[in-house]
């Protein structure tokens, strides 16, 4: 059975930092497209960030480019988030998720396994 763990979430001041992690129970993680989506209230989910698993290819929302950095440790099925200069507009739950395809997928539903989520909020 295929599990997503996210962590590293909280509550953080606007222009602060915070480091997203997802750990994989997945044999093939160093084979799978990884990536990062969030979901504010009342909004739909959105894609955030992407990372393949051919070394140097990721993709990132406008809205975080220069902010965020996505990362992997396959060594450690371990999945990361960089964030920072966060402001109001990066609250949300962000979620990790997986798929077998080496392309980068943007929509939701091209993508084969999710995590939970973890909160992120930031405040004004």
């Known amino acids: 059975q295929v599990q997503l763990v996210e962590s590293g979430g909280g509550l953080v001041q606007a222009g602060g930092s915070l480091r997203l992690s997802c750990t994989a129970s997945?044999?093939?993680?160093?084979?799978?497209?990884m990536g990062w989506f969030r979901q504010a209230p009342g909004k739909e989910r959105e894609f955030v960030a992407g990372i393949s698993w051919r070394a140097g290819d990721t993709n990132y929302a406008d809205s975080v480019k220069g902010r965020f950095t996505i990362s992997r440790d396959n060594a450690k099925n371990t999945l990361y988030l960089q964030m920072n200069s966060l402001n109001p507009e990066d609250t949300a739950v962000y979620c990790c998720?997986?798929?077998?395809?080496?392309?980068?997928?943007?929509?939701?539903?091209?993508?084969?396994?999710w995590g939970q989520g973890t909160q992120v909020t930031v405040s004004s």
């Open positions: 997945i044999r093939t993680f160093s084979i799978r497209t």
């Open positions: 998720a997986s798929r077998a395809s080496i392309r980068i997928a943007t929509i939701p539903n091209e993508w084969d396994y």
